[in-house]
């Protein structure tokens, strides 16, 4: 009995916000840097991660799409350099014909000489945006969509069912053509080409649409879109609490980047205030429709041990960068093998810990029914 208990209180699902709050640590610790062994490094941090705490839900599976994603981002990039880049570097690799641009598009070259150190600098850069494609896919895998929409203020929950939604769909659509394909292979249906779409999409459509149409019950019977009727007065006040919240915000993050003629001052007060009043908007927007929590998510000291290791991530490779700036790239005049500073390498570890330091995930409701569905089909 002692044992179950134990077992019991050790595995659980860890908060959603704790997720995404790591990953977003972590990709802002990426975007500082195009050191290619750090980036690797940051990478098999998330991917460990991944690897020890995600369940079997359809946006687990979903991760190594972001591969995909990340593979096509670095293709991307290498690319442009050839057609558009600005042509440096010495160790010239492949030289091809240069084509001038008309008078109005002057700097703007294409193709030309092709050097070694333009592909290394333009494949660490497409590698930098790639690790933190990786970041974000590590928090959708990890964390229940589902679960997190109930964190949103009820102002947003609409917008936010729709993000889920989007979210979810292209996991969910995977998911259903992976069923249907073993589907046809138990009934002996090995087919291919023109055939296998037309056998596959028809189920799917049929399936797609059987689930829009539960979803849609269930959320009419959980009262989703059910409004409070507001006065004319308030609902006034609150478009126009917003309004200049949104002015507000918009003007001083431009003084803060332009640096021009708004004070300083000027402009974090009006970044400030901005946000306090976008904030009394969305309070007032959210008196309109109210929602209940059923057992909300707990936060406690596994959520709070992995925020402090995305934070203490942040801080570490941004200490590591302003002590040691030519560690943060690529070293190309003339080329090397970067440097690996300590307190970056650090950093990194210490973003691989929740794959350690949080218990083991729990098999939720919805990972519970896409493992029925695989296994009855």
Known sequence: MARTLHAASVVRSLHPGAWWAWAICVAAAVSQITNPLLLALAMAAVIFVVLSRRTDAPWARAFRWYFYLGAFVIATRVVLYILVGAKTGETVLVRLPTIHMPGWAAGIQLLGPVSVEGLVVAFCEGLRLAA???CFGAANALANPRRLLRLLPSALRDVGTAVVVAVSVVPTLVLGVGRVT???QLRGDLRGGIHRIRRIGLPLMEETLERSLALAAA?????????????????????AVTFLGLIGVCVGLFGLLDQGDIP????????????????????????????????????????????ECGLWTVALVYAAVSLHPDAASMPTEPLGVPAVPLLALLGFLVAALPGVLTPDPMLDRDSRGARDEVVNA
């Open 264 to 307: 300083l001052r000027l402009s974090l007060g009006l970044l400030i205030g901005g946000l306090g009043l976008g904030v009394a908007g969305i309070a007032l927007a959210g008196r309109k429709n109210p929602v209940t929590i059923y057992r909300p998510d707990p936060w406690g000291v596994p959520e709070a041990l992995t925020l």
């Open 182 to 184: 073993r589907a046809q």
């Open 219 to 239: 959320m009419d019977s959980r009262g989703y879109g059910a409004l409070r009727e507001q006065s004319r007065t308030s609902r006034l006040t609150t478009g």
């Open 132 to 134: 933190m494609f990786l």
